[in-house]
């Protein structure tokens, strides 16, 4: 989690979904074959990458960068652009840190959709 923390700060795509891997590729291990001590474990991988992560991490280091944007916008309309497909959202990746952005959130997003189901 300490690493996943860091490659969000430093905004790594690649090495944010290759830690998300691993933490959800290590929750599907010890399903295989729980004791007590790997179902604590397992909780605890379900709690910080879908709630605490997902929830709370992701979204405050979207909102911290939303103003080093060309043209700033709120978390909502950059939401709102990145989930409607919006025309807008073609003309907002001239600026690389938009990319990034939408980057950032579709790795996470996708991992999301994996940890729930698609819904």
Excluded: Q
């Amino acid at each position: 989690m300490i690493k996943l923390l860091k490659y969000t700060y430093l905004m790594d795509t690649e090495k944010i979904k290759e830690e998300l891997d691993l933490l959800w590729f290590r929750y599907g291990e010890i399903l295989k074959n729980p004791n007590w001590d790997d179902l604590n474990e397992a909780r605890s991988i379900l709690y910080l990458t879908g709630n605490f992560y997902c929830e709370k991490v992701v979204p405050e280091a979207i909102e911290r960068r939303l103003h080093l944007l060309e043209k700033p916008m709120s978390l909502l309309e950059f939401l709102t652009v990145i989930d409607s497909g919006s025309e807008k959202r073609s003309e907002m990746r001239k600026d690389r840190m938009f990319s990034k952005l939408e980057n950032f959130y579709l790795v996470v997003k996708n991992f999301k959709n994996n940890f729930v189901g698609g819904k």
